[in-house]
């Protein structure tokens, strides 16, 4: 009876002692992929290279459509992990314009270029929509030709034209950007863009400042300008 007694004692404790080892097994476990996931970043599963998006600008051909100077622009911009945004952008700026009080008439058509980065400011970059920040450097060769009304001397009755063709100019410029863009349905995005523009460097040509500069805009003007655009991502 007593050695039953024991074997059942010895049987009990080592079913206790065993228990417990499995539960202090089982909790060191727990604790060390607690650490390891604590410690070890998770592995992000985005490709580096993650499409490419083509948009056009729809502000600059509203103000073909309503003044007269504008662009028509278009960009294409690639993106790396949904984090960075290498982009290209190409534009063909257009001015015919005449001022009302001198009847001088300036005109000019010319390309223009943009290259530059955005960097996606949200936390999550994976969400449909994204917040912008970046920079661009823009160029633009081009020339102009200003049509001046023919003048006539009061004290001697001669006659000057004064109008000149195919100045030859180029402008260099940055451009500071915020903007954001939004999925709309499928690979249709909509977009906005305010960017901050500053000249580098320039060359008028041989009768001073241009009135337009195709991709800059006005000289003299607002340094700051708008884009909104209709995107497509591929």
Known sequence: MQRIRISSYISESTTSLLLLLFLLLGTTSAE??????????????????????VSVDLVGA??????????????????????????????????DATDETTNINYKTKAPYGRIGC???????KHDIYRLYAGARYAFTSYKFDL????????????????????IKCNYHWME?????????????HL???VRYKRRLFHDDGSIGNTWYVPGYGIQGGSRIGATFNVIFEL
């Open 32 to 53: 060390a992929q607690s650490k390891k996931k604590w410690f070890t970043a998770e592995n992000d599963s985005t490709p580096f290279f993650n499409g490419v998006a």
């Open 62 to 95: 509203g103000q073909l459509l309503l003044s007269d100077y504008g662009q028509y622009e278009a960009a294409l911009r690639i993106n790396l992990k949904d984090r960075y945004f290498p982009i290209f952008e190409l534009g063909y700026g257009i001015s």
């Open 118 to 124: 955005d960097f996606n400011l949200l936390k999550n």
């Open 147 to 166: 049509a001046v009304p023919v003048v006539t001397d009061p004290v001697y009755g001669g006659t000057s034209d004064m109008s000149t063709t195919d």
């Open 176 to 188: 500071l950007v915020m903007g954001v863009d939004a999925k709309i349905a499928g690979p249709l």
């Open 191 to 193: 977009g906005w863009s």
